[in-house]
């Protein structure tokens, strides 16, 4: 029967990634990201959990759950902020014959793309049908610091993909587009729950700001557009997990429409918190700078808009 | 999740657009908010219960075909692809029906709900008052209790009512108990339009149809069998109302995918840029996303999982949604765009979506107070 | 010494205005021109006061003043409504030898455009290099009635339009696109001052509606807009007074910022009134309607904007 | 209308673009929000200063050219032009200046305006306080009289102070009668930083250099002189301060005009499309139409001809403009727009706009209650 929902068991899933991750991803590991800390306990702990082969067969100790549960959990990752390559290493593991437990951390390098991100703290290098063991040299600053790029350091061992698996790198790239969709709209979801508990707090002229209409409505409409962002990443998911033709098309929606509802999140919330918001000091930065450098990572909004108008101005011409 | 159609489901579809192509006008009727097209409205929506597709989702014994909500969307889908009339009947068996369901008696539905599925009574919603808008439990209608007669005297006025003018029957909140205040002590009732006392004067909307009537009630007599759900207990009784005429029943999805379908044949017609194109883009990607939205909606709600608010969202969304599709065609079209044609009246029409139904002002406090829980002013 | 703001001559001229249009040009007169009433004694009014002559020389019988004192015109016969082609008879009366008293009423066909604004009740209308002297035949409703259009009916007389006044009907182009500018702010202050005193006296839960942010807020940015336009449009005007050679890009920035802006107060102050501005009884829907005309006509504002930067981008090439 | 430039007026412009383009720095200096960055802004304002460019506007007496407002705004249009420096000593010469000329003793103005135009004095602002902030009247540092020793003892605390950990003086808000609420019995304080009592931790902003500072105040004693026009009359005071942080002499428009040209230039050296174009255009229009703004607001306050809210309308404006500004640059670099450079920095920066300054909620509650006459809550 038709059903549109999550199923139990990505349900479950993401509620056990919530009690790993509560413990092991307090925002002071999130800001230790920021100064460089490859954060191992946090990688042996989503290890543990599987979470690096939640996509990848049994077979090599994957937890061969589909897209899903991928989604899921991703979205719980984005609410607490992981560092690191998270998306990037479980999109691509399935692809690569690497360990599944936390040790591998796979960065990609994009196309016509100088540096990578997360350069300092991967195992794993990705570029278009190779694999470079090492990491970044040199650092170049992002407004993220937890996300750190680098160019590469010349490739003391390289792996030539061999063309037999070129489907699973195009199936890896779209996931990791899916995934980050997923994880904008957790980091939408905290940010929308740190507003919220600070406006009900926070008394200016006799009142809690949060009983402003100046307050509720931008917060409303911003919380309008995750809502209906986060349905088309459960259908993408879905359209990967059953092979639909249409799922890149799919893809390109979710990301399309997480990215800028993320991003509309991410300017409201810090409006409503009014100076708060503005220091680092206080954790709303944290999540909105990995949403301003996600929401343009794996396609921006309107590159994603620029292809979905190629389909559908041809679709509809037959 | 499962997105799969069954066999059934996909039977069901197939049947609603084999109809829907045999039966559907060749050319447009003329608007149904005016007199002479509400009349070949009427004849349409007659076609459509003989046919047995005039309520789909009701019971076989009122004329529907016990369709599943599924069904029903599949049914939605399929007529608005298929270009077929406005339904003049909506606010009886979209806005009425579902109350009736819940709260009337097996009397009240056995008698009113087959008329209403044949469009033989035709129902139109007294909600708004001149005083009462946003603030609808300001209104001041009354009901004053006659014992001797069984029944009760209704005073006041009605206003915004939609196709007032062209309707036999009205249902609304009447202020019952004199004593009572905001939301307590109203009462619903179901009024039939030709009783002795009441005035009707149809008046113009925004696109010059006379889609709006004030209705006067002055010493208006209705009987014990008049009350849907209860003396004093009107204001629950609404709500439910209100609930489905913000939610889905009244926006099914497929209005806004052939929206889109048409947006995207205008374009074609049309140079356009690669600032339309990302437009266009965003249109179909808001369309889908409401569909996606409803099915998660319609989901969650079988599975008890409905959370408050969640109407509101999808009203603020749709709202929205349909100003902006109307925009980008009016935009395609430039200089043409003042013509009057299907675009420029359905742009119009557009501007009542944040309005009506509880404005969007009032949606969005829902949303921050009951969905956040951020605290009332 | 730099001054920027209206010349008080302009400004006397705009009170005079108002003065004669505020008994000639009730919104009753308005609703007459939707019934197709060519309005002859208002435009008698306006004959009287010069105001079809405003640019023509004073030798030919005009006030032979520039387009300072011309947006100011217009804008306050914007806030009125008037009905009929004034921005175009205004804007080419100085290229025609016609009379300058009000009898003569200028319609223009717009390149490519099969119908003629204002066809029903124009003395000529004007193509580009011709003059036709007849009224249109047939007539194509518009959103707004009183900008009823209609094809033109076989030309009875004709003036081919000589080559030495092409100049001229050059100057008249750019002066109907910058007064339209002007008459669209008009429309929008009309608007809002409609709506400042509708939701100070509606009352909902207890209050004045215009008390509620909700309302105060979007009706602020909205004027943010129009206040934003308006010294855009006096620019424009001063710059085709002075014969300033940026004057066709400052017309394309006046016209788009009041295009917008003015569109933007329309759906505004719609939304303020509630149900009370969607119904064709209440005068609202009358100024809403020409904005929505007018806003696309004499060019949209995205024509404007693809103009301005094909210059701008140009430009800073140098 | 007059906007021809005056022989006068051409001159002071062409002599201030050739000083500019000899002496501005080839390389841009870095943040003077961080402790080195402030220190070499310093150099380049006593630079500033010696060649009478730090405060145009200010009589001669003072360091400055008693240049005309037309002149100030030439002269920042050329500066912003040439790329030069953040003005550091802006929140002393900017906001406090204008409240010495209008409010300050002779003694005041003599003492303070010529170190504070030479960089000497570092001047930064005392208003917000942790529970003040939107509603500044709420304030609670408090100003005790001490009739023994000829002055006051200040306690309390101040936050989200710009630069303050830099600085050495600042001007604030404390409440001199304690029987007071809200704006009344408040006083304007100037204050050495470094009296006893006096504590400053600098905090980091949202681009993380450390731009805030915290300010306590333990029974800090100061003398009857530095109070700042008059005790207990503190609001009116500031108010005129408030005005002219929101209006032009903080955000001149020269700034946008500046930030568009690089724009282009950046649109220049990437593929744009039309969408990215149609952008473009709307920016080039927004800082020209502020620039313009600007321009009829001076003439009309000349003329004694000044609206209430249009220095809401003002800050609104630029406010907002900044931020497309800045999103429309990131939009056109993509996926490199996460790189830390001027245009994810300004971009953060762009961020406080609607925040400070009074935030763009209160403006909007400015404009209309004042400008349009709507009913206050």
């Known amino acids: 029967m038709t059903h549109f929902g999550l199923p139990d068991d990505a ?12 413990t092991a991803c307090s925002t002071a590991v999130v800001r230790a990201a920021w100064d460089g800390d490859p954060c191992e306990p946090l ?10 082969g939640l996509l990848a067969a049994e077979a090599v100790g994957g937890l061969g759950l589909d897209e899903l549960s991928f989604v899921a959990a991703l979205e719980e990752a984005g609410w607490h902020g992981v560092p690191g390559p998270l998306v990037e290493t479980m999109s691509y593991l399935p692809a690569l014959d690497l360990p599944v437990d936390g040790s591998a951390r796979l960065a990609v390098q994009r196309p016509a793309a100088v540096n990578v991100a997360y350069a300092q703290v991967a195992t794993h290098v990705i570029r278009p049908y190779e694999v470079v063991a090492a990491r970044g040299a040199g650092v170049v600053q992002t407004v993220d610091r937890s996300r750190a790029m680098g160019a590469l350091a010349p ?3 390289m792996t030539i993909v061999a063309k037999e698996r070129y489907d699973d790198f195009a199936r890896a790239s779209l996931r990791a587009t899916l995934g980050t969709a997923a994880f904008l709209l957790g980091l939408a979801r905290r940010q929308v729950d740190l507003t919220v508990a600070y406006v009900k707090e926070r008394q200016q002229f006799g009142v809690a700001v949060g009983s402003f209409q100046a307050v509720k409505h931008p917060l409303a409409d911003a919380v309008v557009g995750t809502e209906f962002a986060w349905p088309a990443v459960m259908r993408a998911a879905y359209s990967l997990a059953t092979g639909d033709p249409a799922g890149s098309l799919h893809v390109s929606m979710a990301k399309a429409l997480a990215s800028d509802a993320s991003y509309r999140v991410s300017r409201v919330c810090l409006q409503a918190h009014g100076a708060m918001g503005y220091t680092v000091e206080y954790d709303l930065h944290l999540f909105a700078k990995r949403t301003w450098a996600l929401a343009n990572e794996w396609g921006t909004a309107r590159e994603h808009r620029a292809a979905i108008a190629r389909t559908i101005l041809e679709r509809n011409e037959r | 999740m499962d997105l799969t159609e069954t066999a ?24 149904g908010d005016t007199r002479e097209g509400f009349a070949m409205h009427l004849e349409w929506e007659r076609l459509l219960f003989e046919a047995r597709w005039a309520v789909v989702s009701w019971p076989a014994a009122y004329g529907g075909r016990d369709a599943s909500v599924w069904e029903w969307l599949a049914f939605e889908e399929e007529y608005y692809r298929a270009g077929a009339p406005q339904r003049v009947t909506q606010n009886g068996i979209f806005l009425l029906a579902p109350t009736l369901f819940a709260f009337g008696t097996q009397e009240q539905q056995d008698a009113l709900l087959p008329r209403m599925a044949a469009a033989q009574d ?26 001797t007669a069984g029944g009760w005297r209704l005073s006041g006025q009605k206003t915004w009512t939609t196709r007032g003018a062209f309707c036999t029957h009205l249902f609304g909140l009447f202020r019952s108990d004199p004593a009572s205040e905001r939301h307590h002590g109203l009462t619903y009732f179901l009024v039939p339009l030709d009783a002795p006392g009441v005035t009707v004067r149809g008046f113009p909307r925004l696109d010059g149809d006379e889609g709006f009537a004030e209705v006067w009630f002055d010493d208006v007599f209705v009987p014990d069998s008049a009350v849907l ?49 990302q437009r266009l883009a965003q249109a179909w990607m808001d369309a889908e996303a409401y569909r996606l939205f409803t099915l998660r909606q319609v989901s969650a709600e ?22 902006r599709l109307h925009e980008l065609a009016l935009d395609i079209l430039g200089p043409a765009a003042e013509l009057e044609g299907p675009w420029s009246k359905g742009f119009q029409f557009s501007l009542s979506g944040p309005i009506y139904a509880g404005t969007n002002e009032v949606q969005r406090n829902i949303v921050a107070e009951r969905l ?3 605290p009332r002013r």
């Not at chain 2, 489901?9 to 009727?29: D, G, K, M, Q």
């Not at chain 2, 052939?258 to 194109?277: F, N, S």
Request: with cysteine.
């Open chain 2, 8 to 31: 059934a489901e996909a039977a069901f579809r197939a049947e609603a657009r084999a109809w829907l192509t045999a039966n559907v006008p060749a050319v447009p009727l003329p608007s």
């Open chain 2, 122 to 147: 035709l129902w139109c919603q007294g909600w708004s008052e001149p005083g009462a808008g946003s603030d609808l439990a300001s209104l001041t209608s009354r009901a004053d209790r006659d014992e």
């Open chain 2, 372 to 374: 956040l829980g951020l």
């Open chain 2, 302 to 323: 079988q599975a008890g999982r409905g959370r408050p608010g969640e109407s509101s969202l999808n009203k603020l969304f749709w709202s929205e949604l349909d100003i």
């Open chain 2, 229 to 277: 759900g209860g003396v004093d207990a009107g204001w629950q009784v609404a709500m439910a109302t209100t609930g489905s005429e913000r939610g889905l029943t009244l926006r099914s999805p497929g209005r806004y995918t052939a929206t889109v379908d048409r947006l995207l044949a205008l374009a074609r017609d049309h140079e356009v840029d690669a600032a339309i194109e």
């Open chain 1, 43 to 52: 990688w042996k702990s989503l290890g543990s959990f599987g979470l690096p």
């Open chain 1, 11 to 22: 349900l479950a899933l993401r509620d056990g990634l919530r009690e790993v991750l509560t």
């Open chain 1, 155 to 157: 490739a003391p061992t």
